[in-house]
Every structure is written in structure tokens, then in C-alpha cells.
């Protein structure tokens, strides 16, 4: 959505199924045997939400979050985003665009994905040798990213 001074809105639902084409030099083995790596699909399902926001004609701060579950491609702001979650995982990031002059731009962002898969075991063991009953396993990324563009 178009909003007053620029601004806009997205609302994201996606719902879709990926398949790799197979390719010859993963499906067949080094002895000719057919090899099952090559063919992926994963059903996706994802909703998200996104802003930018015009402060000025040089200041802009864009945000977005996201809840995904299997395998979903995103473009978020100016980065290319890869998602595999069984499970489900969350995206959130932030950025801040400056047109510093003419010629100099100044891009910061920040990202925190949040992916907490469940599991079938029942207990586990730790390094230190203590048991615990329905072990959780998750993974958390914090990235940030600095970017300064130039024009001759």
C-alpha cells in the first residue's frame, strides 16, 4: 500500500511448493547409479509484514518481519534471503538509508532470524554428562551489514 509522503506498506502471504530441475552431475553417481540428491521441493507458507518510512528526501528507515515455515526466497530491504524452516522461524530486520550528497549514499541494516525446531527425542545428554527430558534445539543469527556506495 501507497501511503502519504511515499511511505509504503506491504503485507506478504506467500504459499508455494519449490522443485530443483535434477542436474546430471548430482544424480548420477561416479558409477553411473542413480543417486536421489537433485530433485528438492518444500512446501512454503509465509506471512510477513514490511514499512518504509521517508523521514526526509535523504533519510529513510525501512523494517520488516517475518514468520516462515519451509523454504522461501525474500528480499528484504536490499539483501537476498535464503529460508529452510521446518519448523518455523522468525526474520526481523531494520535498516537505514542516508543520501549523505549527489554522489555518496549510506546504507546500515541489521537482521535477527529466529528459528526454534521441535524434536522427536525424548531426552539427551549434555557435554557435561547431565540428562535432560525434551531437549529444544535453536538457532539464532544476528548479522548487520554496512554498506557505502559512491557515484563517479
Known amino acids: 500500500m501507497l501511503l502519504s509522503n511515499?511511505?509504503?506498506?506491504?503485507?506478504?502471504?506467500?504459499?508455494?511448493?519449490?522443485?530443483?530441475?535434477?542436474?546430471?552431475?548430482?544424480?548420477d553417481g561416479p558409477n553411473g547409479e542413480d543417486m536421489v540428491i537433485g530433485d528438492i521441493g518444500s512446501p512454503d507458507r509465509t506471512i510477513g509484514i514490511s514499512l518504509k518510512y521517508?523521514?526526509?528526501?535523504?533519510?529513510?528507515?525501512r523494517t520488516g518481519s517475518l514468520y516462515v515455515t519451509g523454504f522461501t526466497w525474500y528480499f528484504g530491504d536490499n539483501?537476498?534471503?535464503?529460508?529452510?524452516?521446518?519448523f518455523g522461524a522468525f526474520h526481523h530486520w531494520l535498516s537505514f538509508h542516508s543520501l549523505v550528497n549527489q554522489r555518496?549514499?549510506?546504507?546500515?541494516k541489521v537482521s535477527f532470524t529466529s528459528d526454534h525446531p521441535m524434536t522427536n527425542i525424548t531426552e539427551a545428554q549434555t557435554e557435561e554428562g547431565n540428562w535432560i527430558n525434551?531437549?529444544?534445539v535453536s538457532n539464532k543469527q544476528f548479522d548487520y551489514k554496512i554498506q557505502v556506495d559512491y557515484a563517479f
Open 6 to 27: 511515499f511511505n509504503e506498506l506491504e503485507f506478504l502471504y506467500a504459499h508455494g511448493y519449490t522443485t530443483f530441475s535434477p542436474r546430471p552431475r548430482l544424480t
Open 54 to 61: 521517508n523521514v526526509n528526501e535523504r533519510f529513510k528507515i
Open 79 to 86: 539483501d537476498f534471503r535464503i529460508f529452510d524452516s521446518d
Open 104 to 108: 555518496l549514499s549510506f546504507n546500515f
Open 134 to 136: 525434551n531437549p529444544w
